[in-house]
């Protein structure tokens, strides 16, 4: 992408976008899983978001955001956030997850589980893990590092971990009650599910980046709306600065 314009890099830039995911959610446990993830959460806490619940990335709420690298910091500990009480709250439906998954298809179905054939996989990775009732207990949202159709693929993903909108999957096309999948931050752009039957929608273009470039490395159509496409906010100074101060090693540089 061309950002030779921008005095901004791109890891600042997707932060900033993947924040949005999370403004003005309300007292709601967020999880950002990675780097870029993890210190939008942060960012989102300490500008729009000031009620939101984040954890230390193990095991304990905390009342500030942790600086990423920095465990020789003494949070202030809010309670625990063990499996029992995680499973508690997700199950409730208020937590908003954003994850980082190897394939996702035009319906938001996602996989971290294996690619290729089931029985015989090319790579195996996580398993479903919690994708599955994450998926149709909470929102969910999604950053990629990488926009091409290797992730976005052009089926459906090899195996369906997080559950989508792909009515074919239900009996009788009825779709989980609390299926809700928001927000797609990827290198180029941000995507939404708001086209039509939740087609997967352009919503911003990074600067430098056009349409076709998007739907060239995407496996299937986006839908474009009619309007200009807006470009993806820049971070602020203060949003900056507050990421600066959450990611001090740099380590966004590296995602
Ligand atoms: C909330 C919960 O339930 S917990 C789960 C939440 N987890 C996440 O959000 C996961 C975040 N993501 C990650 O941690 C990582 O992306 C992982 C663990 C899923 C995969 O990480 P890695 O093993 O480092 O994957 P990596 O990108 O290096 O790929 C390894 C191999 O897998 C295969 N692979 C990975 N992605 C793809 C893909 N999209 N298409 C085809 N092959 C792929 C390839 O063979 C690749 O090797 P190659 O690049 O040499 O061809
Ligand atoms: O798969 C896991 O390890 C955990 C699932 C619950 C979660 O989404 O945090």
Sequence with gaps: MNMSNSSHPLSELMITACAEAWRDAGEIMVTGIGPIPRIAAGLAKHTF??????????????????????????????GPANYDRVFSTLWSGKRHAMVTPVQIDRYGQANISVIGDHKKPRTAMLGVRGFPGNSICHPNSFFFPKHNKRVF??????????????????????????????????????????????SIRIRSLHPGVTFDEVQDNTGFPVTCPSAPIPTTCMPTPEQLAIISQLDPEEKRKRS
Excluded at 61 to 77: A, F, K, M, N, R
Excluded at 173 to 181: E, V, Y
Aim: aromatic share 10%; glycine share 10%; charged share 20%.
């Design 49 to 78: 978001s000031p009620a939101i619940q984040i954890t230390d990335g193990e095991a304990w709420y905390t009342s500030e955001p942790l600086p990423l690298g920095q465990s020789h910091q003494q949070p202030v500990y809010e």
């Design 153 to 198: 693929v052009e089926g459906e993903v090899d195996f369906v971990c997080m559950a989508g909108y792909n009515p074919d999957r239900y009996p009788r096309g009825q779709m989980p009650k609390g299926l809700d999948l928001r927000l797609i931050v990827t290198e180029l752009c941000v995507l939404d599910f708001g086209g039509t039957h939740h």
